[in-house]
Nanobody, 115 residues
Framework: QVQLVESGGGLVQTGGSLRLSCAATGIIFSSNSMGWYRQAPGKQRQLVAFMGRGGNTNYAESVKGRFTISRDNAKTTVYLQMNSLKPEDTGDYYC?????????WGQGTQVTVSS
C-alpha cells in the first residue's frame, strides 16, 4: 500500500519549535525527491521545503533560515524541523514527492502558532 503519514504538528507559541515527521510506505523512497507542503487557511497548498535524492535542499523564502528538511532513507522518513515559528506558519502540513503525486496526499498534520 502506497502511503505517506504525517505527524508532529500541534499548538505552539510564537518563537517555538516543532519537528514534523512523514513515514512513507509502498514507494521507493530513496529514488524520490521529497517535499513538505503547507496549506494555510484560505490559501493554496505550497511547497515550503524540498530535498532531492542527493540531499540537496531548497526552501521557500518565507521559511529560509528557520526550517530544515532532512530524510532518513533507511527509515523511509522525511522530517521538517521548524524553529522560530511565526503565526503565518499556521496551516496544514503535508509531505509528498516533489513534484507531488496526487495519489500520495495524506491527512497532513496541523500546525497552529499563537501570537
Amino acid at each position: 500500500q502506497v502511503q505517506l503519514v504525517e505527524s508532529g504538528g500541534g499548538l505552539v507559541q510564537t518563537g517555538g519549535s516543532l519537528r514534523l515527521s512523514c513515514a512513507a510506505t509502498g514507494i521507493i523512497f530513496s529514488s524520490n525527491s521529497m517535499g513538505w507542503y503547507r496549506q494555510a487557511p484560505g490559501k493554496q497548498r505550497q511547497l515550503v521545503a524540498f530535498m532531492g535524492r542527493g540531499g540537496n535542499t531548497n526552501y521557500a523564502e518565507s521559511v529560509k533560515g528557520r526550517f530544515t528538511i532532512s530524510r532518513d532513507n533507511a527509515k523511509t522518513t522525511v522530517y521538517l524541523q521548524m524553529n522560530s515559528l511565526k503565526p503565518e506558519d499556521t496551516g496544514d502540513y503535508y509531505c509528498n514527492t516533489a513534484p507531488p503525486r496526487g495519489d500520495l496526499w495524506g491527512q497532513g498534520t496541523q500546525v497552529t502558532v499563537s501570537s
